[in-house]
């Protein structure tokens, strides 16, 4: 059915092919009038005869009715079933956090795509003005158009509006504010709340008072409280907490909370992080609750070295103290490249592993690592020197303090005391462990009560000892990432995969900073004393480097492994002066001589001979010096000048004669 010239038809094939009518029946009543045919078809493509329905005899439209009961609706519905589609757009909307605003159920999301759905269908028909002519038999029908969508609810599960003005309101919102007028105003409020934001505040308050209260005291403290029993104030600003804030919405009574109601809201993630942060130490909060950053390893060694120190679990028979370790690990290969061990966690400890690394990277002919990890706490005096970025290390990062997860030592020292100490020794692990991490421990009875003793104590060679050869085992144990570096040891990948970028070692710094410092002065201008030995200058021309009338210089060397120096740099204040050679003296019994000693005393008269040479090359040439001569200063006096003689009586001067004649003889 639909409307032709504001009238509501039915075709003539719907009237036949629903049995209303027959054919012949229907061309007599056409042809005798008795029935109103609007429009007839003529056989062009899509044009049929239209009857109006009412001008249908009464039994003929009674079956019409009885066929169509919402005739004016059936195109309707059917124009919109027909133009019905899923909007896409509507789903990514729905889906997305970011643009609903909230994260909706499956549910609400079917639902609300279905209304978009709908009301594009609507908004379409709105803006077609011949099809809406069709189907309304006129302008667009509010009326009719509401109730049709209302005849589809069931059938798509709309929610739309039934009433005509609220749907069309609705139409109006959404062509305006597109999807999002289609979300309920009811997601995210807190109108069905009976703990609101207020009351779970004041629960979360007092979960972490400092007694660090259990659930079911803050159920028996929130119940006093808002019966008027238990008085609760805030701190900072002194106010006092009003119980009538907390009642019920609808009765207002006090609003009551079971435990368990309490209990679930102090389990709730967000407010346990809350009260964890509230009630931990800053230290065990950060170890335990912090999210912490992420790292993969690299792929060369001694591209970094990492820092840091232990205390061996065995004690010391002597002081019934712990050894204190000091090692240093290169990163990618987890070698323990230096360790050190004293009685005392001081600077000394930390130099000493310093020195023991180094010692190995110049024996093995290793270029300087390029990076360093340490932490805060007994190397902080080198931030500004050795440790600075650059001076030493290209890379220098200082940890930050008390955040041992950051420095890559601290699960190696577990590794290895895991994986090798536990097993080559006893009494290896920890009095709060747990199954054979456990360690315990014999307690002694006396009036303290607190005293415990080891089974065993052992001597510092044997503690070193074995320590030493524990990192020589793990070492040398096969490297756990064995997909990267397959069939190697910790070992083997150290040495074959270095870096290639590393720069040379470089002694004199190491010497200067880590090195051992001996004030000392130049002795006859040729050599100084370190070490209890004599180191002869490398040059004579060295002298010149000197500040005037200053021969006090500042030794520093690397000891070796019996603490004796092998090169030996002086500076004079900051200044660089020289490295200085070894003296190598020679046999003065001449009858127990050897070819070293002869070539010793050659090396010396070599020296010497410089020395002659640099005098003989610099030698001082002499001078004369004489006083400045004085001219005798000539007395002078006045004298009367003769007249002047004219030139005519120069022309006619007198000859004396006998005068020329004697000064001619």
């Not at 643009?99 to 028909?125: F, H, M, T």
């Not at 999210?291 to 019934?320: A, N, Y």
């Not at 040495?495 to 720069?503: A, D, K």
């Not at 070539?599 to 008269?605: G, S, T």
Request: net charge neutral; charged share 25%; glycine share 6%.
């Amino acid at each position: 059915m639909e409307y032709y010239g504001n009238r509501l038809c039915i075709s003539a094939r719907e009237l036949v092919d629903s049995g209303v009518m027959s054919i012949p029946n229907y061309k007599a009543m056409a042809s005798r009038g008795r029935i109103d045919v609007v429009r007839r078809g003529g056989g062009a493509a899509g044009q049929y005869a239209l009857v109006a329905v009412e001008s249908l005899p009464r039994d003929y439209r009674a079956k019409v009715q009885a066929l169509y009961p919402n005739g004016d609706l059936t195109h309707l519905k059917g124009w919109v079933c027909s133009n019905y589609e899923v909007d896409q757009a509507a789903v990514a909307f729905f889906h997305s956090r970011e643009q609903a605003g909230l994260d909706l159920p499956p549910e609400k999301i079917k639902e609300y795509v279905v209304n978009a759905s709908v009301l594009n269908c609507c908004i379409r028909l709105y803006e077609r003005a011949a099809t809406a002519q069709k189907l309304f038999g006129g302008k667009y029908n509010w009326e009719q158009m509401a109730k049709a969508i209302e005849a589809l609810r069931e059938e798509y599960g709309h929610t739309l509006p039934a009433s005509t003005l609220r749907f069309r309101k609705k139409v109006n919102e959404y062509k305006r504010n597109g999807y999002g007028c289609l979300i309920s105003g009811k997601f995210g409020n807190q109108c069905a709340r009976k703990v609101d934001y207020r009351t779970e505040r004041l629960i979360l308050g007092l979960a972490v008072l400092p007694n660090k209260p259990f659930n079911t005291n803050i159920a028996e403290m929130y119940n006093m409280f808002v019966c008027g029993e238990l008085d609760v104030y805030d701190p900072k600003t002194g106010e006092l907490l009003n119980p009538d804030d907390f009642t019920d919405k609808k009765t207002g009574e006090p609003l009551a909370l079971s435990e368990s109601t309490i209990t679930n809201y102090l389990n709730k993630p967000a407010n346990k992080t809350l009260i964890e942060h509230s009630l931990m130490s800053w230290t065990t909060f950060m170890h335990e609750q912090m999210p912490h950053v992420h790292r993969h390893g690299g792929s060369f060694s001694l591209s970094q070295i990492t820092m840091d120190d232990v205390d061996l679990t065995r004690k010391l028979k002597d002081t019934k103290q712990r050894v204190h370790a000091y090692y240093a690990y290169d990163v990618v290969s987890q070698c323990v490249v230096g360790a050190s061990y004293a009685r005392k966690k001081d600077e000394g400890l930390v130099v000493d592993c310093f020195r023991d690394m180094f010692r190995l990277i110049e024996k093995q002919g290793w270029g300087m690592p390029a990076g360093i990890e340490v932490e805060n706490h007994l190397m902080t005096q080198y931030k500004d020197g050795f440790l600075q970025a650059g001076v030493a290390f290209p890379f220098v990062h200082f940890c930050a303090p008390q955040n041992s997860q950051e420095k890559y030592a601290e699960p190696l020292n577990g590794a290895k005391k895991r994986s090798v100490i536990h097993k080559n020794h006893e009494g290896i692990g920890r009095f709060y462990g747990k199954g054979k991490w456990r360690q315990e421990y014999k307690k002694v009875s006396d009036e303290t009560n607190e005293l415990y003793e080891d089974k065993e104590y052992f001597s510092w060679d044997q503690l070193v000892a074995e320590d030493r050869r524990d990192s020589y085992e793990w070492n040398h144990q096969l490297h756990p990432n064995q997909k990267k570096f397959p069939g190697m040891t910790r070992w083997d990948v150290l040495c074959e995969r270095i870096n290639p970028t590393l720069q040379p070692l470089d002694k004199l710094t190491l010497a200067r900073y880590i090195g051992e410092r001996v004030e000392t002065s130049i002795r006859r201008n040729s050599t100084v004393r370190v070490a209890h030995e004599d180191w002869w200058l490398s040059d004579t021309s060295v002298l010149e480097k000197l500040r005037p009338n200053d021969y006090q210089v500042t030794a520093y060397y690397m000891p070796d492994e019996e603490g004796k120096p092998s090169e030996v740099y002086i500076f004079q204040g900051d200044k660089y002066i020289d490295q200085v050679e070894k003296v190598q003296t020679y046999n003065r019994v001449m009858a127990e001589q050897t070819e070293e000693d002869t070539v010793n005393y050659i090396e010396q008269r070599k020296k010497i001979a410089k020395f002659s040479k640099y005098v003989k090359e610099n030698a001082i040439d002499e001078l004369g010096v004489i006083k400045p001569s004085v001219a005798p200063v000539m007395q002078t006096e006045a004298v009367a000048l003769p007249p002047q003689q004219t030139e005519q009586e120069l022309l006619y001067v007198p000859v004396d004669v006998e005068s020329k004649a004697l000064a001619d003889m």
